[in-house]
């Protein structure tokens, strides 16, 4: 009889054991679950929404997810890190480095390849529901931790996909 592992689509080498409850919990799942979706979007060759901040004004496009990752989502190198340090930006930062959402890695030699905080949320949501969308502040949704990462260019994923530049 073969006996299932839990797991999630593509998040075949982590951090995380998907054997464990605590693992599928708010605090967890909301960051593994976007990261198996843009392995399931790149299994179908699909690209995901993407955001970027020019001159101030928010510009749609589309990116692939091996952009996103820095290296290809069925790559056998591919590592995803949560709740880590992007360690790169040590050099920039007095002090401790907050933890990064996701840290995507190359398993062979640990390079960063990517960091991105990932936040799995609808807008407009039961505290916005009401308001104009023109009115709903983004930062509401992204979170405070995220401001301090603003100025290292750090990718955002939710359910598009937002480089601050």
């Keep these: 009889m073969n006996i299932k592992i839990p ?5 075949k080498k982590t951090n ?23 392995c399931y979007l790149a299994s179908k ?16 496009a589309l990116i692939t997810i091996e952009e996103v990752f820095g290296i290809s989502a069925n790559s056998d190198d591919l590592y995803f890190a949560f709740e880590s340090q992007h360690t790169p930006y040590q050099k920039y930062v007095i002090g401790a480095l907050p933890r990064t959402d996701l840290v995507i890695q190359r398993e062979s030699t640990g390079e960063c390849l990517s960091a991105l905080e990932v936040k799995l949320t609808a807008l407009p949501d039961n505290t916005t529901c ?21 100025n290292l260019k750090l990718k955002i994923l939710f359910l598009a996909v937002v480089k601050i530049c």
Excluded: V
């Excluded at 995380?16 to 843009?38: I, V, Y």
């Excluded at 060759?45 to 749609?60: D, R, V």
């Design 7 to 11: 797991s999630l689509f593509g998040l």
């Design 45 to 60: 060759g699909l690209e995901a929404n993407y955001l970027s901040i020019q001159k101030g004004t928010f510009c749609p």
């Design 130 to 150: 009401h308001f104009r969308m023109s009115l709903i502040n983004i930062n509401h949704a992204l979170g405070l931790n995220l401001l301090q990462y603003l």
């Design 16 to 38: 995380r054991d998907f054997k464990n409850k605590e693992t599928w919990g708010k605090n967890q799942f909301n960051s593994s679950f976007p990261a198996s979706l843009c």
